[in-house]
């Protein structure tokens, strides 16, 4: 499953700005049931090459950066720097 620049996640997200909430909950609904089906369990889902015990444990992989403000998490950085 393609994750970035998602057509179905970027669709909800114009649907959020354009105040179609009920619509965009619903279509983004449906990128989380994808990607729960793509990615059922593991770290299959993380971009993260760093030798790294909390590989693909999003929840401990944001609150480890949150708490030493260094850096986003490895899958976040290209945002920050529109590398997609
Ligand atoms: S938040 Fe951390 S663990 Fe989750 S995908 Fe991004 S880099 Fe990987």
């Not at 609904?29 to 015990?53: D, I, L």
């Not at 992989?61 to 490895?74: K, S, T, Y």
């Amino acid at each position: 499953m393609k994750i970035e620049n998602n057509p179905i996640e970027i669709e909800a997200l114009r649907l959020f700005e354009e105040g179609k909430t009920e619509e965009a909950r619903a279509t983004e609904a449906e990128f989380v049931k994808q990607f729960r089906e793509a990615y059922p369990s593991g770290g299959a889902h993380c971009t993260c090459e760093e030798p790294c015990r909390w590989h693909g444990m999003c929840k401990e992989c944001v609150a480890i950066h949150r708490a030493h403000q260094d850096h986003l998490p490895n899958c976040l950085k290209p945002i920050k720097t529109n590398e997609w």
